[in-house]
């Protein structure tokens, strides 16, 4: 799925701003055509969760709409017209001059819809978008689940979810109206690979409408400009560049070759794309992860998207401060914990050369009644994730769950049929399942790389980090020799609330939050099959209420309004080495 942008053949409108909004908890404003108007909306932000933005939304779970008039400029005539929503949690239902358009079912992924005879152009619209966000056992994420399937430390929450963040809810990321051509390029596939000093670029290119059989892909770089004529077959058109003495994307040189690709008619071109690609290879060899063919040790963090009033929707001034805070501590790394994150924060870091796991948003599963529609979900996530972020650089693995509750024997089938569909959308990436029961995973033997969260030395074995370090030590020990695959220690980490400190340190200070950091950093460093360390977490965050959560999960290493704590500084050492 190509983001849309601008230029002489597409336009994009971003209706961010103020919407009209109304809460629906008797759910009766399709039955009384609200989605032709409705009175008695108030504004609401968007994007943004809805959930802080006034004193009655805070835990709403229901439905609600969303309103939003907006002029289509004449110059779009005879062009195709398309609405796009970048997210929505949980589910969305959309409507255009009182016309149903489309749903959507996912809080974390764009969908779009071609509008084009449903508007007016030259003239006033209106969209109206439902949101919805109940918990139910069988949606994904999963709340609400019987109680016989709940983990004992999910057992009283409110709002009653199966995970531990907070259920923001609402129009998470930009509404965009955006134009293209009747024929146009609608998808571009890249995939990278290295010889020697060469860089291969193999392009597939999808277009649609009647005209258009051939075109051109250029590659742009600072030493070299390739470009190739493309013959379509139907709508498909494939090949390969070959650049010559190629500057590869990495970490420490996240360099960019420029892609273009035009569609041509026998009146010239008729539509074209660009894309910032970087070459590069990822792979599992042995022990090891491979960037580039040589082995890379992943620092980092689990992340959310969360903070005050905005809640989960897109802040473009906190991104950047997240990427300042993460070069400054010296981490190259981190995982779009627990679903994917805004295309605004992928650009970002292929940008500032950061390596991802990229999740889908398969959290706190459990197996039992509706397991077949949660794979089905699940699918339709690694579907959407991949048809989104598959020209990333940045993005070098694909999760398809955290910590699933996986202990029944059903687990087994739906893990190996999520990794074979990951593989055979996208094989150029490791895909891997991020675990917490380790030894006793049943399905550890299908992912190329293993993924596990601890906490010995908080939830077991509080204040005792001799002990947490030395079972740490023995089970990545008995992990490695079973499975011969690498291992990122993917979550650790210890509560702090800020300020508070001890000496020695005992749970809940800052020390003791920077010794067992500290501890485990040292223990993973000294396994040579271990392929990264995330801290848990990067800052503070939102939870639902639970007696174990003072308002915020506190591991975060900074606050949830980005001030470090002892651990930050003490990383940046280790880390960045000052
Ligand atoms: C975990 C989960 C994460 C939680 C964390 C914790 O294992 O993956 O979502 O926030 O533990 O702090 O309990």
Redesign the pocket.
């Known amino acids: 799925m190509l983001y849309p942008r601008m230029n002489e053949f597409r336009d994009v409108l971003d209706l961010s701003g103020f919407f009209g909004f109304k809460l629906d908890p008797d759910k009766i404003g399709e039955k009384e055509r609200w989605q032709e108007g409705v009175e008695g909306c108030r504004d609401i932000a968007v994007p943004a969760s809805w959930n802080e933005q006034f004193l009655d939304t805070k835990n709403y779970m229901g439905l609600a709409w969303y309103f939003k008039k907006f002029y289509l400029p004449s110059a779009w005539q005879g062009k195709l017209i398309w609405l796009r929503v970048g997210s929505a949690n949980y589910y969305a239902k959309v409507w255009v001059n009182g016309k149903f358009i489309g749903e959507h079912e996912g809080g974390h992924l764009p969908f779009q819809f071609e509008i084009t005879d449903k508007v007016i152009v030259g003239g006033e619209n209106m969209i109206a978008i439902a949101v919805e966000n109940e918990l139910s056992p069988t949606r994904v994420p999963p709340g609400n689940i019987p109680a016989e399937d709940k983990s004992s430390?999910r057992n009283q929450l409110y709002p009653n979810v199966h995970?531990?963040?907070f259920p923001y809810s609402g129009i998470h990321r930009p509404v965009y109206l955006f134009s293209t051509p009747r024929n146009y390029i609608e998808d571009i596939t890249v995939v990278t690979d290295i010889e020697n000093k060469k860089g291969i670029v193999d392009y597939k290119i999808i277009k649609q409408g009647g005209d258009g059989e051939r075109g051109y892909v250029h590659l742009v770089g600072d030493k070299v400009k390739l470009y190739k004529e493309i013959e379509f077959r139907g709508n498909l058109a494939k090949g390969r560049l070959v650049v010559e003495d190629a500057s590869f994307w990495s970490p420490e040189n996240p360099y960019f070759y420029e892609l273009t690709v035009e569609l041509c008619s026998s009146k010239g071109i008729i539509d074209r794309y660009s894309l910032s690609i970087g070459i590069r290879t990822i792979e599992v060899r042995g022990n090891k992860l491979h960037l580039n063919k040589k082995a890379i040790f992943l620092k980092g963090f689990?992340k959310h998207e969360d903070f005050p009033i905005i809640g989960r929707g897109l802040n473009h001034a906190l991104i950047i401060k997240d990427f300042s805070l993460m070069k400054w501590i010296g981490a190259n790394s981190f995982r779009t914990?627990?679903y994917p994150y805004s295309e605004e924060m992928m650009d970002i870091a292929d940008k500032e050369g950061f390596l991802i796991i990229d999740e889908i948003p398969a959290?706190g599963l459990f197996f039992g009644k509706g397991t077949e529609r949660r794979l089905t979900l699940c699918k339709q996530y690694l579907n959407e994730l991949i048809s989104r972020d598959k020209n990333h650089p940045s993005v070098i693995i694909w999760s398809v769950a955290?910590?699933p509750h996986s202990t029944k024997p059903e687990a087994k089938h739906f893990f190996k049929e999520l990794y074979q569909h990951a593989k055979n959308l996208d094989s150029s990436r490791p895909v891997t399942l991020?675990s917490?029961l380790g030894l006793k995973e049943q399905s550890l033997e299908y992912f190329d790389l293993i993924c596990l969260?601890r906490?010995y030395g908080?939830?077991s074995e509080p204040g005792q980090l001799d002990l947490a370090c030395h079972k740490l030590d023995q089970e990545l020990e008995e992990l490695h020799k079973i499975h011969r695959k690498p291992i990122i220690l993917t979550?650790f980490?210890a509560?702090a609330i800020a300020g508070l400190h001890a000496h020695p340190p005992e749970l809940f200070t800052e020390e003791y939050q920077a010794e067992l950091i500290k501890r485990y950093c040292e223990v993973v460093e000294s396994k040579p099959y271990m392929a990264g360390e995330h801290i848990?977490?990067f800052a503070d965050?939102k939870?639902a209420q639970h007696s174990r959560r003072a308002i915020l999960?506190r591991?975060g290493v900074f606050t949830r309004t980005r001030e470090p704590k002892l651990a930050a500084h003490l990383l940046k050492r280790i880390w960045a080495g000052s």
């Open positions: 430390s995970f531990d963040f689990g914990s627990h959290v955290n910590e991020v917490m969260n906490y908080w939830y979550e980490g509560g848990w977490c965050f939870t999960n591991k």
